[in-house]
């Protein structure tokens, strides 16, 4: 990586932490949850792990066997992370454990397609070739 890169790096990670500090501070002191620090915290957040993983910020542009291996088994195990995770935020914001006393629907409908996203992909994807 060479040195331009490396300030890239260094420039989306402190972009990052700037972006979340504002949003905790802004929890903290106001009570305040804003959405857009939240939001670009996080596009912040993948630019560093894109820039630090393939040395830009946009994802590698030549990539041979070993990369499309890590690309393909990363997508995946990211899916079911972010599963996981979604599932852990319903039940911790909703703060119930049964499925009927969940009234945040729109999240558990985004909880209920994460289940079925991949295997729906999948069959799409496997009538191409067969």
């Known amino acids: 990586m060479n040195k331009s890169k490396k300030i890239i790096v260094v420039l989306t990670f402190i972009l990052f932490c700037t972006l979340a500090g504002i949003t905790i501070y802004r929890w903290l002191r106001y009570g305040t949850i804003d959405g857009n620090s939240i939001f670009f915290s996080f596009i ?15 994802g590698a542009k030549e990539k041979d066997e070993l990369d499309k291996h890590i690309e393909t088994q990363s ?25 009927n006393d969940i009234e945040n629907f729109p999240l558990l409908i985004v909880v209920g397609l994460t289940f079925v996203t991949l295997p729906i992909t999948e069959f799409v994807y496997s009538k191409k070739y067969k």
């Open 44 to 58: 912040a957040l993948s630019y560093f792990f894109n820039s630090l993983v393939w040395g830009n910020h946009e």
């Open 75 to 99: 997508a995946k195990i990211g899916y079911f992370v972010l599963m996981i995770l979604s599932g852990l935020i319903l039940f911790i914001s909703e703060g119930v454990t049964n499925l």
